[in-house]
């Protein structure tokens, strides 16, 4: 009997280490239930790997506009529920073969596939226009929120560093033009 006892604890000890291991290597944000920066990492890498990618892909980098003051003004909390709220529109406005993962604090990236440039940016108007329209009630307070966003085409010598770099430049000129739009960035400049 005590040697059942004794492998039972072996058994349940290696489960546990499996278990934490699991949610170390995990590749979902835990706050918003998208995929994380470190999925984000694979899956670009996996694309720039591919030596003959012949549709489209577009990335969309989402910055939520004055984030700080949101956090200043109502705390923590009431920012990561802006981040929740901004999640679950992107959950329910894009395709399921699209991919959204959050990228840093108050970012978002999202991967359209299979989609030309003009559907990206109805897409990405859409989804901005969705964000300011709807509010999110936190503690009896109605709270409003835009975002800005980046948006650049795939092209067959990116490599995952370059293809969020002219995302991110894109995002930064929205920014520059006075937020809550999308501002595209190909690889010539245009």
Excluded: W
């Excluded at 040697?3 to 058994?11: G, S, T």
């Excluded at 003009?118 to 108007?125: G, P, R, V």
């Amino acid at each position: 009997m005590i040697e059942e006892v004794h492998k039972a604890n072996e058994i349940i000890g290696r489960l546990t280490t499996q278990i934490e291991t699991l949610e170390k290597d995990s590749n979902l944000d835990a706050l918003t239930k998208v995929f994380n920066r470190r999925a984000l990492s694979k899956y670009l890498q996996n694309i720039c790997e591919q030596k003959n990618f012949h549709h489209e892909l577009h990335l969309l980098i989402l910055d939520i506009d004055d984030f700080k003051n949101i956090n200043d003004e109502h705390g923590h909390i009431a920012g990561d529920k802006i981040l929740i709220f901004i999640a679950n529109i992107l959950k329910k406005t894009l395709r399921d073969g699209d991919k959204i993962f959050r990228y840093g604090g108050e970012e978002f990236i999202v991967i359209l596939n299979r989609i030309d440039m003009s559907h990206c940016l109805k897409i990405a108007t859409r989804i901005l226009e969705l964000i300011s329209r709807n509010k999110l009630i936190y503690q009896g307070k109605s709270l409003s929120v835009t975002a800005s966003m980046g948006t650049t085409i795939f092209e067959q010598n990116d490599t995952p560093d370059s293809f969020i770099a002219r995302a991110d430049k894109a995002l930064y000129k929205a920014k520059e033009e006075g937020k809550n739009r999308v501002h595209s960035e190909l690889a010539d400049g245009n």
